[in-house]
């Protein structure tokens, strides 16, 4: 069938997919042609998606470490800095109680920890994003797939022809 | 008495009196702008006075703080009381404050009282008694209570100048029957004086000698010093009645002769004297008794009174063996038909068993002169046959106690009636017209109780209304009808001063004078054998319940039922407050399936008043008690609950023409309502917990086992572990140093019951009174409280009752402390759990956390006028200790061991620059307790009392097993008796 | 089985909706609500309403209007404090510790259960407020610097409890708020109008790209990891208020686990109870299916049991301790004045959950429904029997007493429920009460025939 002609203009092309497997194969096509900016959506993640792809882990497990970490500090220096500040004996027991400063501190390692995360999630994954990303199509929350390419004219030409091969439903620009 | 307080007492009374008796002038000075050098704020000033509340005459310091009297204390140079008071005497202070009192004349018009100036009342009285004076003899009348000294004479030469002789000593516990038969026997007409404190065996017939009778301060005192164990010796204890009450409860040994048949039992008991040979009288006294008591035959006694002959037979062997011993009878609940010869027969037996002049003397005291109640009916029926126009009626309430003698509807026939009395009362309510009274507290006098002891009363603060002391009117009243009294003295005063003569600064510095009054010696008279003995009669069918109107150690005759402290103390024996109960065996309860709280009709012939069933094993089946003093119909807001068990009774009097309290059987119909009991009784056993313990006096000495749940090892780790917790908190801030430990220990060998230092806590601590509803929840605030378990088999009359006083245990390790979440509570430098009111948000886990359970909320907002649930209306306010915070809604409070007297002390002592010692600081409670079960001190000097007390054999920890340390240590009861150990369980 | 129970329902295996049916049809729960749902607000709302004024005159005249009979100086608040905290447990359970185990089933249930999560903490933390005597002062309780100097005791088991509370309503929100993220986008993509301008906020520019993906799964991983500890640790130290006093009945170190177990038992009693009407109302039976309620079924089984072992522990360690007050207390629960409570809490907790050993009685929603209602009863009442019998016979036996709450007391407890139920109307109509994004992942996607999903 006709296809519209490429307008070298475009800084990207889109590719819009039904199936999960014609997404997949485009995607390897791409990554072996040596293709890199791509930005594939999906409804879901999938793993397949993230074998093609695969990209370093996220980073955001050092988020994690290091909040929970410095909760655990910050609670057991709260509880007994609190303590030692004014010293009052209750029940004869000592001024610094050690085992009941535990829950104290468990409960700041599982706070910190938690908000930790997901401030690295946000940050890393960019988010909020207020601009419109380009290529994106809100079919692409609901059951279709999509491959954004960036690049030169010469490269969007040649991934289209790619995404076109591998079956897209649609190749549109961005 | 502290050094201090003395000073204070002496130097400021001298000074107030240059200044016309002037304690501060209440609001006018508090600006202070013209300072008084008396009247320093924040100290207080002492007043020595004399407690008026009940015949007894117990010598008093009142504190006072800005010029109002705040706290009722004993006087400790006071022969009666030793600086000692008990509940009703400290709560004389809500009767000066009483927010119903008649602050000023008033005229009744119908049931309405309309306010007159004092001169057109006084005009409008003194016209009538001439009036009536010149009309004819004898038709002026004036019944007032209990009185002596100069405003005594001057009442007594009122009404005689008003050409009558009618004036009454009216009592409503006048114990004639005990004055007849000392007449009887003795030749002499007299109140005996009884030396408690001397005897080595008690045995009481129905006298309420720690509640009611006579001087119960003074008697608790002597009784604590012999019946309390000390070094291994103690007095034995015989409570010989059908009623066990709080009296009771010290005893050894109940004996429950049938209702009515004790004087046969005591009769017996002296023969069984002489049949042994023990008797201590000679000569034709001898001969004499022997014949009259021969009439008695143990058997025969035995089968009467429902009591084993062999006991009858130990009885009369230990009560002689015992060197001196004492038998007292005379009580108002046994004060039946046969009360004289009850008495006559008690008396017989101190004379055989040789007490008389030793334990028992004649000095003659105040009521001797007291008039009887046949002398009530008498004016009564003289006012019914209209030959009475005025009556003036001062300090008394027979419209209340002697409704038997038809008072009321008599008395409405006089034509003027006046009242000097300050409470608006039955009888006041049936008066034309009121001249308001001084409160005691308020007013001048001498007062003698016995003869030897002189007791001044004077003014410890200005007049709270518009009010004149009763002696005052009189003597306005006799110069307004031109006649002249009192030597022409201008007021009271002046009597009392002329009356002391030249040192009476001095005398008044003290409070009271002492005389050694050499007893009168008695000889043994022989009338007494021409009265019939015989068990005395009831009326009523036969199936009935015998009713003992029993006098109440809180309200006494009713005179007390309008002040919130006395209404809302625990009844010693039933724990009940607030309401009027009937207590009724547990068989005879489980027959007629009443259960507590059954509202029941207590029905006598026509009459017939509502109680609430309360069972109670302190009664012998067949017989039903109520208390007196509850169910007013006028005298105020806290007066009316209750029913009044004097309303059955008739006219009825024994040979002495007393009433006889004890004269009915009466049958209880379930009404088919149930009312909680307003009660602070939880469980009446104590499940061999150990919480208040006896022990028998054969295991003293002895090593008895006691259970230790830690092994040795255990146990030096522990003290191990404690030592370095000590020594790591003396390393801290505040607690660096050394600091005192205050600690308590109470001696329950001694503790009554009799709950003085409940009141005592209230006067001292702002303690709201919460009203029955509240209490019917368990949420009375008493920080104090008296615990009654029953102990062994309560089914019989073979049981201890074991009492004990619990408060805040100020623990070493306190449960309440670690749990709150915002340091309300935690520990001070010197030992005490600290409270922190207003940093309180009130989560009540200390509450919970606390074993001994002596935490209390704040429910409502008792301290804010503007709550419904206000506890100080009017001047109820006054009372209020200006050193202790009134606690807000929402936050937990608890006893705190007086901690504004240690702050108080400790500034004293910074100040003159001294070492604290013990005798500075007193709780409230301790300072009170007539019998001295509570000493309080610094336990880590070794030589303080308590120091040595906590090492006592006898004493003990509750709940030890939980580690939790408590300041306050008990001293096991020891009794006369094989059980005890079911109670002497080791903290489980 | 399942079929022969519910001939209407069709169970993924028989023919699993499309990815874009899951959006369809979930997105239309969505829908403006109707006549039923008004109806009922109007009734949470009026209870909702009498509580805040039961509340009202409480802070005005003292927490006396209760009937607060001392020594029982905690009642009906705090028992309904420990039973939301319960309920609040199941919803990260399923959500966090079911993910990590990785159970399928898992992904049509937890967004209800995550949401009544967060709503219960929410009624929860009411509670210590609501029983203190000076409620205007609760903030005293939290360590802040201030000029009396004076910080809060960190000894105290209250104080944990701030901290626990406080925590688990953060983290659980953030884990429930986090789960929506990827709806909220697929909203976002067919909403119009004033709803698009709020989810295309609330979705923070969500584009289901690869690079938002990565590492949305890793911290949904960590919050996961995070959350099952914290499970476990709040209904412990909720349980430590009574364990660390010395209170007979309360001072036992079997609190913790007992709590949990007891909590997780209620939580899924309470899901059930949640979901049945829910899938009714919005014809979620192709999603939420008989095989997710027998599998709830069979935790609150399982958990039934734990608890009921741990009711025999009780008894037994308190006859074998040997301690007098021990027994005491536990005999006078089971026979004293308090039997009625106790008997209520045994049956509804061991005997009933018993049924659910059929798998006739497990599969059918009306009787799972009934005997989840029964666990909640049963539930409220283990509380209240730990608190007020151990509290009415304490050591001092001239303090045992008899409590019973008042109408003050049952005015805002009710209040409390039309609370939470306030919260969970809106929110099943602002978001999407099953999660779109996960039901998908245990979906095959489009052009397969088996649900791959996963990472």
Known sequence: MATPPVVPASPGVVGVFDTLDALLLALRELKAKGFTGLTVHSPVPHHDIEDILDEPVSPVRLFTLIGALSGTAFGFYYAIGTSLDWELIVGGKPIVSLPAYVVIGFETTILIGALATVAGMFLNARLPKLRKAAGYDPRFSADKFGIVVMGGPAQVAAAADILRAAGAAEVNDV | ?988 | MAVAVEPKVMTPRATPPTWAEVNRDIIKTLDPPGRGWFLGMAVILTGLALGALAWARQLKLGIGITGYTPPIFWGTYITTFVFWVGIAHSGTLISAVLFLFRSGWRSAVYRAAEAMTVFAVMTAGLFPILHLGRAWFAYWVAPYPNIRGLWSNFRSPLVWDIFAISTYLTVSATFLFMGLIPDIAALRDQATGWRKKIYSLLSFGWRNSNHEWRHFMRMYLFLAALSTPLVLSVHSVVSWDFAMGIVPGWHATIFAPYFVAGAIFSGCAMVITILVPLRKAFHLERYITVRHFENLAKLCLLTSSIVGYAYFTEYFIAWYSGNPFERSSFYNRVFGEYWWATWTMISCNVFIPLLLWSKKIRTSIPWLFVISLFINVGMWFERFVIIVTSLSHEFEPWQWAYYTPNIWELLIVTGSFCWFAMWFMLFIKFFPSVAIAEVKEALPPPGRTHAGGGH
């Open chain 2, 1 to 988: 008495m502290k050094r201090r307080k003395f000073l204070q007492v002496a130097g400021v009374t001298t000074a107030g009196l240059a200044a016309g008796c002037g304690t501060g002038e209440g609001e006018k000075w508090l600006p202070y702008l013209v300072p008084d050098e008396n009247l320093v704020p924040g100290v207080p000033t002492y007043y020595a006075s004399t407690c008026r509340e009940c015949p007894a005459g117990c010598g008093i310091l009142v504190k006072t703080r800005e010029g109002r009297p705040i706290k009722i204390e004993g006087n400790p140079h006071h022969p009666v009381n030793r600086g000692r008071l008990c509940a009703r005497g400290q709560a004389a202070l809500q009767g000066l404050y009483d927010p119903d009192r008649v602050s000023q004349p008033m005229r009744r018009q119908g049931e309405r009282w309309i306010p007159i100036s004092w001169d057109e009342a006084l005009q409008q009285v003194s016209q009538a008694l001439a009036a009536a004076a010149t009309s004819g003899q004898d038709r002026v009348a004036f019944i007032g209570g209990a009185d002596s000294g100069p405003t005594d004479a001057l009442a007594d030469e009122f009404v005689r100048s008003f050409r009558s002789s009618r004036r009454i000593r009216y009592e409503a516990f006048a114990h004639e029957p005990l004055r007849e038969a000392s007449r009887l026997v003795f030749g002499t007409a007299s109140i005996p004086r009884y030396d408690f404190g001397a005897a080595r065996y008690i045995m009481s017939f129905g006298a309420d000698f720690l509640e009611t009778f006579l001087s119960p301060t003074e008697f608790a005192g002597g009784f604590a010093r012999s019946h309390g164990w000390h070094e291994g010796r103690m007095a034995r204890f015989v409570a010989v009645e059908p009623r066990r009450g709080m009296t009771g409860f010290s005893a050894d040994e109940w004996v429950a002769p049938e209702a009515g048949t004790e004087a046969l039992l005591a009769l017996g008991i002296a023969n069984a004297v002489f049949r042994q040979g023990r008797a201590r009288v000679t000569g034709g006294d001898a001969d004499a008794l022997r014949g009259f008591l021969a009439r008695f035959d143990i058997a025969t006694v035995s089968r009467q009174c429902g009591v084993a002959s062999d006991t009858i037979e130990r009885l009369a062997r230990e009560f002689t063996d015992a060197e001196p011993s004492l038998a007292v009878s005379g009580g108002v609940a046994l004060q039946h038909r046969q009360a004289t010869q009850l008495n006559v027969a008690v008396h017989l037996l101190n004379a055989v068993a040789g007490n008389v002049g030793r334990t028992v003397t004649f000095p003659g005291t105040v009521w001797d002169r007291l008039g009887t109640f046949a002398d009530l009916k008498g004016l009564v029926s003289a006012m019914d046959a209209g030959g009475v126009d005025v009556v003036i009626v001062h300090g008394t309430n027979p419209a209340f106690t002697a409704g038997a003698a038809g008072f009321a509807s008599a008395f409405s026939k006089v034509q003027l009636k006046v009242a000097l009395s300050s409470a608006m009362d039955e009888t006041t309510a049936l008066c034309d017209i009121v001249l308001p009274d001084h409160h005691p507290l308020e007013a001048w006098g001498l007062y003698t109780p016995v003869s030897g002891v002189t007791s001044v009363q004077q003014p410890a603060s200005t007049p709270v209304h518009d009010t004149r002391q009763a002696a005052d009117v009189m003597l306005q009243l006799a110069r307004l009808a031109n006649r002249t009294i009192g030597g022409g003295a201008e007021d009271a005063q002046q009597l009392v001063r002329r009356a002391l003569g030249a040192d009476a600064n001095q005398e008044l510095q003290r409070g009271v004078t002492t005389t050694v009054a050499a007893a009168r010696p008695v000889r043994l008279s022989r009338e007494f054998a021409r009265l019939s003995f015989g068990p005395a009669t009831f009326d009523g069918a036969e199936t009935g319940l015998v009713l003992l109107t029993v006098p109440s150690v809180a309200l006494y005759d009713g005179r007390g039922a309008n002040k919130g402290w006395l209404q809302e103390l625990p009844d010693p024996a039933t724990k009940i407050s607030w309401q009027t109960w009937v207590e009724v065996h547990p068989q005879t309860a489980a027959a007629a399936s009443l259960h507590n709280g059954d509202v029941v009709t207590v029905t006598a012939g026509e009459r017939s008043v509502e109680a609430l069933v309360y069972v109670y094993p302190g009664v012998r089946p067949g017989v039903a008690a109520m208390p007196i003093g509850r169910g007013h119909t006028r005298y105020g807001r806290y007066a009316t609950g209750g029913s009044n068990p004097l309303s059955l009774l008739g006219d009825v009097t024994d040979g002495s023409g007393a009433l006889a309290f004890a004269q009915l059987r009466v049958t209880l119909t379930p009404t088919g309502r149930r009312v909680p009991l307003a009660t602070t009784e939880g469980s009446p056993r104590q499940h061999g917990r150990g919480i208040a313990r006896l022990a028998a006096l054969a295991s003293m000495g002895q090593a008895h086992e006691v259970h230790e749940p830690f092994t040795a090892a255990e146990r030096r780790a522990i003290a191990r572990a404690d030592t370095a917790h000590r020594e790591a908190r003396y390393t801290l801030g505040d607690y660096r140093g050394e600091h005192p430990k205050w600690e308590m220990a109470i001696d329950l060998s001694r503790c009554t019951g009799c709950s003085a230092c409940v009141t005592a806590c209230y006067a001292e601590n702002n303690l709201p009174v919460v009203g029955e509803s509240q209490v019917q929840r368990h949420r009375e605030m008493a920080w104090i409280r008296l615990e009654r378990y029953f102990e062994g088999e309560t089914e019989g009359t073979d049981f201890q009752v074991a009492q004990v006083p619990m408060l805040c245990q100020q623990c070493e390790n306190a449960p309440c402390e670690p749990v709150c979440p915002v340091y309300a509570a935690y520990h001070t430098p010197d030992g005490l759990n600290g409270q922190i009111y207003n940093r309180c948000v009130g989560t009540r886990y200390c509450a919970n956390n606390c074993p001994y359970k002596v935490r209390y909320f704040n429910w409502f907002d008792y301290g804010s006028p503007a709550s419904p649930q206000f506890a100080f209306p009017g001047t109820l306010a006054w009372q209020l200790n200006p050193d202790v915070t009134v606690r807000t809604k929402g936050v937990m409070e608890k006893c705190t061991f007086c901690v504004q007297r240690i702050r108080y002390a400790q500034n004293e002592a910074k100040v003159s620059n001294r070492a604290l010692t013990d005798a500075d600081v007193q709780p409230a409670c301790a300072q009170t307790c007539p019998a001295d079960a509570i000493t309080f001190g610094d336990a880590r000097n070794p030589d303080s009392e308590v120091s040595r007390r906590k090492r006592d054999e006898r004493g003990y920890h509750v709940f030890e097993l939980l580690n939790t340390k408590p300041g306050v240590t008990y001293l096991t009861r020891v009794v006369h008796a094989e059980m005890a150990e079911a109670a002497s369980g080791e903290g489980h």
